[in-house]
């Protein structure tokens, strides 16, 4: 399975910004991920093969997973976005994650 995610960059705070991943496998759970240098990797938001979203306290109310009619394409539309939030953000595929994409940088900027 291969995940392509382009769209990493760089935002201001309180800006917003919005990733995007493609899958060539079957249709499965997907979500999104990020991980900063000395910590470990940590669940940001994920949707699961009915539809069923789960999103990490940390950016509740903030960020918002969706995905494409075919099911192969999900987002993470990121508003509000926090120095904090600067992290190496990673699509997976399957939960417990299977495959994972390449990682896109997000750097919010103070």
């Known amino acids: 399975v291969r995940l392509e995610e382009p769209g990493g960059g760089l935002v201001q705070t309180g800006g917003s910004h919005r990733l995007s991943c493609t899958s060539s496998?079957?249709?499965?759970?997907m979500g999104w991920y990020r991980e900063v240098p000395g910590k470990q990797r940590e669940m940001v938001a994920k949707?699961?093969?009915?539809?069923?979203?789960e999103v990490a306290d940390s950016v509740k109310g903030r960020f918002s997973i969706s995905r494409t009619y075919d099911r192969n394409t999900i987002y993470l539309q990121m508003t509000s976005l926090k120095p904090e939030d600067t992290a190496v953000y990673y699509c997976s595929w399957g939960d417990p994650p299977d495959y994972w994409g390449q990682g896109t940088q997000v750097t919010v900027s103070s």
């Open positions: 949707m699961f093969y009915n539809g069923r979203t």
């Open positions: 496998g079957s249709i499965n759970h």
